[in-house]
């Protein structure tokens, strides 16, 4: 098994910046991608449907919706199982809950994808 644990959420004021952090621990053989999902405040629950903001594409690659590409990086530390995301310039809009994902293949080469717990962001004008 595969547990992610989330930090690095908080309230913080208009254009200001955060960073959050994504730990993975347990049967992890190899990590195949990372990514940050942000669901936002009235979409929450299951079923309620995530947004992809960020993601590491073909291990050195990166990817972001156009809500965030120029403020916010995505980025990896293979060897401590960790993926960030440095918020910058945060807008009241980005205010949400904000979920790490990440897919990892185990030894026997099986592929599966696990999901942080998820951290709140809220950003005050």
């Known amino acids: 098994q595969v547990q992610l644990v989330e930090s690095g959420g908080g309230t913080v004021q208009t254009g200001g910046s955060l960073r959050l952090s994504c730990a993975a621990s347990g049967n992890i053989y190899g990590i195949n991608s990372m990514n940050w999902y942000y669901q936002g405040p009235g979409k929450q629950g299951p079923g309620k449907q995530r947004?992809?903001?960020?993601?590491?594409?073909?291990?050195?690659?990166?990817r972001y919706s156009d809500s965030v590409k120029g403020r916010f990086t995505i980025s990896g530390d293979n060897a401590k199982n960790t993926v960030y995301l440095q918020m910058n310039s945060l807008k009241s809009e980005d205010t949400g809950t904000y979920y790490c994902?990440?897919?990892?293949?185990?030894?026997?080469?099986?592929?599966?994808?696990?999901w942080g717990q998820g951290t709140q962001v809220t950003v005050s004008s």
């Open positions: 947004e992809l903001v960020a993601a590491i594409i073909d291990v050195v690659g990166t």
């Open positions: 994902n990440i897919e990892v293949i185990d030894r026997g080469g099986s592929r599966t994808n696990y």
